[in-house]
């Protein structure tokens, strides 16, 4: 609950950065890296790039493209397996979107039974920029997530008259250390129940009523098959389970892994259950708008628009599903 | 912190078993005494068996939950990591994760009569719930299992075969495809479908399990249909690709199901009501 | 596109059985994007500059978009270079494709193999290719080089969107996907990022049309281009380029070949 307020000025919220990663906080924001605005850590505020989407969402602070499970070691008939220890304690991770907040909420939801990934999407301290206009193929508002507010942060940054309002809970309360005098109770923008949401969420479970339309085919036209919109979505969790190493040592990872690439279902065998970019690009949608609302009780797309961009013809997952619905 | 969920078990390799061409049954022994005693299954899950550096490769749990102080496995080279495994001896050590997915609900079919229907390779998944059945002896009514392999040579579990085939409470006949018999084979030759109709196992109080590839799995179940077996009576197992076993790499999602999770043991009927992704 | 096209577009449906044409548009966004024609309904015209076109043959190595088998495609010059180099590669068989080139405001028609050559050789080029950011790297020493390369590639996630939109990537099965042995590793890590690229590079060597959609697709912003225009040139300076008996310098391929990844 961000119940508390207080307003900084632009000089303000650069010595409050700068002052975190001076007292020793992993501070993760975006950047440009090779001309890419992504996730990474920084050493001073002047890195952030704060008025762009990223083209990787912040899942990668907590799902990196590759992650180490455990490292062996053999020896004659023995193993010795460590586990490998990565915490985000001590994390701060600044210049999230409520899209990405909202990616983080559905992760909660999906990796609920796994105590490594929670910990982590539990333990570092969020700092959000509330969006003032959509960048390209966004389209957040379309599913009900306000690009004003977020109530799933620890702290919500918003522009205001000569510098920014500034709202946290508890645990932001920790990293911004105010003065007592400074603070407001937070004027709490009370989100408005949204009908028409849900409204457009049944709508959207219709498409489980077109499994079989001849549509996907038209709309799956354009797919080429590659990871691009499953690595830079913020709610696309699937991995494959590799090991590297030699006979004496080694480690067991799991890096990302995509519903749209052909060898995704492919058996052994040489049988693939969706044998094509059709099928693929329909578990795509409906994995997204309609699957996860019965297995984890909400659309797993929250409109952030980032495959749009990615992806090599540019498909947008929101309109194809209208299209099908249509 | 809480054990990783991806750290596997140590398992010993105790014996090997050339089974058939491509074909090896592993008995794992636990190397902690105490991961041996946390550990328990029932017919029907299965694990990520891994070798270290290769990776990890999933089968089921071809051993019955009856015995005890081992788990068994039987597979075939298909990839990088089985062919790996077929590289492994006996006193190898290999990982093991498990166990997952869902189980036969036995526990329903206490007094009933049950036909077991396997080609190939699948018979290892059955075998599990053919030594459970007949270990817990009077629990359950007859046994019959119809098995079929492309030829002799292809067969797994040869001396259990012939076990079987002397208890008095199963039904055996083995089958191979035409032209995969020799001069001294006794049992019969056939497509597995065929010798269904031809023993035509009664279907009244009767639970059937079928296991085997897909196009057997396909023309058996309309035999079995024939002979009166409901849908809800029928059960099989799903294979899947699968990566972590454990609902979370969406390898195996068939819709909105998870083969991992929500299976793999599925009735004829569940499975009909799924979008045709396995 | 023009009037001209769309004219000659809804021609070849309705009178040449020419049943989808791969077209281009602008999104809404500003996107670049295929446009398919299924019928004389989808027919729109579109303003793209000609150096703004994209090349869309990597359609063609999708077996959904094979079965049409009478296809036309908009494309603009590395559209037809890639005609030529599929054709000589013995792509593109069973297939009938018609080629469409906007010029100002009329269209240029290629069919066959020898037409592209005509077209081709009309507007040869310099075997040397130059490129601005190939120009830089070149001046580098060895160390900053290897630093760009790990600076640049650090940031690929192999979603292989790369391969997927590149119309010479047309394996099959490609030699990232061969696990015995795992010749290529599979996590992003810069170990696999870096041997996947180099395999790639190789694989393209003497073949790369320089159409550079793969840099236009790489949501890693990665300069692939510099690596398959370096490898061109040092293959051009090499051999030299007027011999026409070399046509693959890295690459060999036989029709009677074991395996059947390249058919
Ligand atoms: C629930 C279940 C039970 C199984 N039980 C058995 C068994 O008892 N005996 C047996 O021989 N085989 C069984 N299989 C099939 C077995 O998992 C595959 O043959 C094996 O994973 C191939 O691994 P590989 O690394 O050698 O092959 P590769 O070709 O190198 O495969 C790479 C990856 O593909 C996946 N994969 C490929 N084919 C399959 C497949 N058919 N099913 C699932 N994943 C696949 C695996 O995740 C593997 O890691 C079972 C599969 C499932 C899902
Ligand atoms: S939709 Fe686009 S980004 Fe996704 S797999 Fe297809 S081509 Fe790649
Ligand atoms: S599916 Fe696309 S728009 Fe939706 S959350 Fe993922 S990347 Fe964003
Ligand atoms: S859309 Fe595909 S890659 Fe993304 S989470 Fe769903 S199955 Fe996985
Ligand atoms: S498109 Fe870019 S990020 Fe994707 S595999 Fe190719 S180089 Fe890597
Ligand atoms: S095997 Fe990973 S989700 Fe089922």
Known sequence: MLNKQIHYSNQQLQSWVDGLIYKGKTVIGPVKKNGVTCFSEIKNFNELILNERTVYSAKEVVLPKYDILFKFAKEKDKVFISKNENSLNNVIVIGLRPCDNEGFDYLRLFFKSDPDILQKLNTFISVTIACEKKFDGCFCEELGIDKNYSNKTDVLIKTSENGYDIYFNDRGNEILSPQASDVKPAEIKKPVPNVSIDNKVAYLKKLSEQYNSEKWKIVSMGCLGCGSCAFVCPTCTCFDVQDEGNTQNGQRLICWDACGMGLFTKHASGHNPRPSQVERRRHRIMHKFVYTQDTEGKISCVGCGRCIAACPAHLNIYNQALQILQ | MEKSWYIPYKMKITKVINEAVNVKTFRLEFVNPEDKAAFSFKAGQFGEYSIFSEGESTFCIASSPTRKDYIECTFRTAGRVTNALARCEEGDILGFRGPYGNVFPMNNWAGKNIVFVAGGIGLPPLRCVIWNVLDLGDTFGHITIVYGAKSIEELVYKDELKEWSKNPKVTLAVTVDPGGENPEWKGHIGFVPDVIRKIAPKSENTIALICGPPIMIKLSLTVLNELGFSDNNIYSTLENRMKCGIGQCGHCMVGKKYVCKDGPVFTNEEIKALPLEY | ?263
């Open chain 3, 1 to 263: 596109m023009n009037q001209k096209i769309n004219q000659h577009i809804a021609y070849l449906m309705k009178e040449k059985g020419v049943n989808l044409i791969i077209s281009q548009a602008k999104d809404s966004n500003g996107f670049v994007i295929p446009h398919f024609i299924l019928s004389e309904n989808d027919i729109i015209s579109s303003v793209i500059a000609i150096n703004e076109m994209r090349n869309f043959f990597a359609y063609l190595n999708k077996q959904e978009i094979k079965s049409f088998k009478s296809i036309g495609i908009v494309c603009n010059y590395f559209g037809v270079k890639t005609f030529f180099q599929l054709k000589f590669e013995n792509q593109l068989k069973d297939l009938e494709l018609f080629l469409l080139i906007p010029t100002d405001d009329d269209f240029i028609e290629i069919t066959s193999e020898k037409q592209a050559e005509d077209y081709l050789s009309g507007l040869k080029q310099s075997t040397i290719l130059v490129d601005e950011e190939l120009e830089n790297v070149k001046k580098m020493s060895m160390e900053e080089r290897w630093n760009y390369w790990m600076k640049t590639l650090e940031l690929c996630t192999k979603c292989y969107a790369c391969r997927a939109a590149c119309p010479m990537c047309y394996c099959s099965s490609c030699t990232t996907e061969c696990n015995i042995p795992q010749w290529i590793p599979v996590p992003a890590s810069l170990h696999g990022i870096f041997e996947w690229h180099v395999m790639r590079a190789m694989h393209l060597a003497g073949r790369c049309t320089e159409c550079d959609e793969c840099v236009k697709v790489c949501p890693a912003n990665i300069p692939l281009n510099i690596l398959n225009k370096g490898l061109h040139n040092k293959i051009s300076e090499a051999f030299s380029s007027d011999d026409s008996s070399i046509k693959y310098a890295l690459n060999f391929f036989q029709p009677d070949e074991k395996v059947d990844f390249i058919k």
